[in-house]
């Protein structure tokens, strides 16, 4: 029997709910069903047995059950697993878009080792928060520089034969993508392609998540350590031309300035090496292309919005937590 065109591999744990959904998707994104399903339940939790059962005339979807409570350690097993040509890592509570096809479709007529598109963000109810655009270059490496970050599994379908010995790091509980799209990058170059259409849809639920107890000021400086890693392996290999400089400036600045007013402390000094690294470039903000902008060095400006930016967070926390707005949609 021929091997798949895609295996779409779920790691699951205590999310029945949203289970199937993921399932029913990802056996519509090729055409004629050419996909093998490999779900990954990990841990002692067995809810997963009841979403087993609907499933079980259907040959396509595989359960592989491991009693390793880690999504990492589920992503290893079912990459140890799949035969298919293409690999995607699809989380138990999201599910696939339209755009999954056409990804596959850009992948084999241009023989692409990565591919990507756009990440729908979606309400529990379906409801379009904000799509996540991918950055406006057509180098791999520069996209995840960038300030748009391309570093969520979500994004990407990977050619199987290229990371079959380039595993997941099962000691880390957060930023598990970021970590792994940073180390492909560090890797080597990758033939890579996008598309417009969106391919993923990211569900914000209230769920429980192991990431929502590490802040999002703890997101950005993981994000920050891990961006400045890749700078300098990359200069280290003679592989940061100057328009990956560029993006990695950009990249830099974008976290600082969505960090600043949370903890000026630790910025302060990243700001000062991302000048001393990159001198001459600022924010690609509004305010920072205003007369203003361009006479106060970052450091004063970030500074001075200072109050309006703390006023503004928790006006935007109190509608979060009376659940008028979602946190995304600011």
Not at 87 to 96: S, T
Not at 110 to 131: M, Q, Y
Not at 194 to 220: C, M, N, T, V
């Amino acid at each position: 029997m021929a091997s798949p065109l895609l295996s779409v591999i779920i790691p699951t744990h205590n999310r029945p709910q949203f289970l199937p959904r993921a399932i029913k998707s990802a056996l519509q994104a090729t055409p004629d069903e050419d996909v093998e399903v490999i779900v990954v339940p990990n841990g002692p939790d067995e809810s997963w047995k009841a979403v087993a059962e609907l499933f079980k005339h259907d040959q396509l979807v595989q359960w592989h059950p491991i009693a390793k409570a880690h999504a990492n350690a589920a992503r290893n097993e079912g990459k140890r697993l799949a035969v298919g040509k293409y690999l995607w890592f699809l989380d138990d509570d999201d599910y696939l878009l339209a755009g999954a096809t056409q990804l596959i479709e850009l992948a084999e007529k241009e023989s692409l080792e990565i591919a990507s598109a756009p990440v729908d963000l979606v309400a529990h109810d379906g409801r379009l928060i904000k799509r996540l655009n991918l950055a406006s270059t057509d180098d791999f490496v520069s996209a995840v520089l960038s300030s748009q970050r391309q570093t969520g599994f979500s994004f990407h379908i990977y050619l199987r034969p290229p990371i079959c010995d380039f595993w997941f790091d099962e000691g880390i509980n957060v930023g598990q993508d970021t970590h792994w799209v940073h180390h492909l990058c560090q890797l080597r170059d990758w033939r890579w392609g996008k598309i417009d259409a969106s391919g993923y849809a990211w569900r914000q639920h209230s769920s429980s998540q192991i990431s929502a107890a590490f802040g999002p000021s703890e997101h950005l400086k993981l994000q920050e350590r891990l961006l400045w890693e890749t700078i300098e392996h990359l200069t280290h290999n003679h592989r940061l031309a100057d328009d990956r400089a560029q993006f990695a400036a950009q990249g830099m600045w974008s976290l600082i300035h969505a960090g600043f007013f949370m903890s000026p402390g630790y910025w302060y000094p990243v700001i000062k090496k991302v000048q001393g690294r990159f001198p001459g470039t600022y924010p690609d903000i509004a305010i920072y292309n205003k007369p203003l902008g361009r006479c106060l060095p970052p450091l004063a400006m970030e500074s001075l919005m200072l109050p309006k930016r703390w006023m503004n967070h928790l006006k935007r926390q109190r509608l979060v937590n009376r659940g008028i707005k979602n946190a995304w949609e600011f």
